[in-house]
């Protein structure tokens, strides 16, 4: 094998991430968002340990293709509905759920008469502004939808926060009145939460909680890993140290020199960078695990296949022992920090050349 990078799904975290979700939403029935391939850890694997979730989430009809494939007969919602006529035609063959949200796709629903009948989401805007109709459009969209001989008249109700995860700010208390005003006398099941909404607002809870980041252990609220919050992570990503250099104080690690060594050190070299999705912005300081517990730091730039180690906390690494890059030990939202994001970005950019296993049942 000529790289050594792996990622690591822990099928029990994922289940055990579920069943807490069901937990904290009281009731309410539960979309596991599986989009970006399941936040980076693997569409199929996850909805297989997703199983008993009510619906799943995808951002694509690609997607519940794949799923259906799979032999998952989940309610899918598509969450961004269909774009054309064709998109109609096979969200039916695969018994797919949409997500209406505009008025370009009000005008493709007139202009068929598809069967059996399309079951709906219907999504209002009520401060997000980014895809939902006017809240204030409520009655007259659900009415309309309703007459439309393709449409299920079992419509859903949903909007979608914007700062739930602020568990101090009030606009998501704003944004829930907003849309119980909207929708008070109209019949259908109610989804407002999305993984921050399960934790900070649990007058927000509905019929539905739609979750995606903390199924996979991942924090949502700044300054806190999943774990904070009960949630397992369930990616490692690893590697293996392939060479241990000593280098003399004064000189320079890596393209553009930017790391002096303050004294003589053994830097290691392991091998994942950039092209494998550990991200390029990861400064000089961010934290790896040699071995099962021993933290060391990246010196230097990461580059496309390698990261640079400063070893000095580590005297009896070896060539060949595992690096963690993050994991149960070492939370990403830990590496994000030093990398200037978030952690769902660092899962979502595991690129293919880095090989997937997994752990559990």
Known sequence: MSRAATA????????????????????AKV?????????GHGLERCAR??????????????????????????????????????????????????????????KLLAAERGSPRLRLWLKLDTGMHRLGFSAERAAELHARLRAMPGVDPDIVLMTHFASSDEFDNDFTARQTQRFLDATKDLSGERALSNSAGVLGWPQARGDWVRVGGLLYGLSVAEGKTGADFGFQPAMTLTTRLIAINHV??????GYGSTYECVED?????????????????ASSGTPVLIGDDAQAAIVGRVSMDLITLDLRNVPDARVGDVVTLWGPQLPAEVVARHAGTISYELTCGVTRRVLFAEDGH
Request: net charge positive.
């Open 265 to 281: 050190m053994p830097v290691g070299v392991a091998a994942i960078g950039y092209g494998d999705g550990y991200p390029r912005s």
């Open 49 to 106: 340990a997703f199983a008993d979730a009510d619906a799943f989430g995808v951002a694509s009809i690609a997607d519940g293709l794949r799923l259906r494939a799979a032999g998952h007969r989940n309610r899918i919602v598509v969450l961004s509905g269909p774009d054309a006529p064709s998109d109609l035609i096979e969200m039916r063959r695969l018994q797919l759920e949409a997500v209406i949200h505009h008025d370009s796709q009000l």
């Open 31 to 39: 979309m596991a968002v599986v989009k970006a391939d399941a936040y």
């Open 248 to 253: 003399k104080r004064g000189e320079r690690i």
């Open 8 to 27: 690591t799904i822990h099928l029990d975290a994922l289940r055990a991430n579920l069943a807490r979700i069901r937990a904290l939403a009281q009731g």
